[in-house]
């Protein structure tokens, strides 16, 4: 993949729908999250045709705080999964990514005080219109080792959230999917905020 990679959220949808573009401007991948349902399954495809599936994310469980969400290739096979840590990720977001149920790496908030700002700013009415331009929550991927693999920044949008993210350091090619997949489970659960 060619980065920085941009992650485009349509925020004014039905569906929330993401698309996936690298420094070229090329499509990497396109997800649409269905509605009303109880327990995740997200489908990514190549581009909004839909025509060639990537991958799915499964949720394990319904509606919960902590869930994993596992992903599978087109022929099923599971190829690692994310998972939120529930009440450690009420001050400051954190998530693992597992590879073979172990945690590999992880997605930490940089600054928990955008957060916390973002909360309380929210809801004073008309103000709390503008937090989505204002109040820009950074992330970090980290390798079991502690070291920075990829820096998310919410970019500042009205109509839509737009990510970027940033390589910092080395990984192997078939890491990039699973980071980007993460990414992309990340953004749907955090979506409210910012």
Sequence with gaps: MNFPLTLSCKVIALAPQIN???ASG????Y????????????????????????????ANKIIDFSATYRF?????????????K???SIWKAH??????????MSIDEENPWVKMVDSLVGEIPIIG???GY????????????GEDLIRIRKRPAFFESKFVLDKLGNFEADDELRMVVSTIMMVLLEKSRG
């Design 72 to 84: 599978l290739d087109h022929n099923g096979e599971e190829f690692g999964s994310v998972a939120r």
């Design 20 to 22: 996936v573009s690298d």
């Design 86 to 88: 529930g009440m450690r």
């Design 129 to 131: 219109a503008f937090t």
């Design 31 to 58: 997800v649409r999250q269905k509605i009303m349902k109880l327990k995740e399954n997200i489908e990514v495809f190549t581009d909004k045709s839909k025509s060639q599936k990537i991958c799915e994310i499964k």
């Design 26 to 29: 090329a499509n990497i991948c």
């Design 95 to 104: 998530y693992d990514i597992l590879k073979d149920d172990q945690p590999y």
């Design 134 to 145: 204002m109040l820009n929550p950074t992330y970090i991927i980290k390798s079991a080792a």
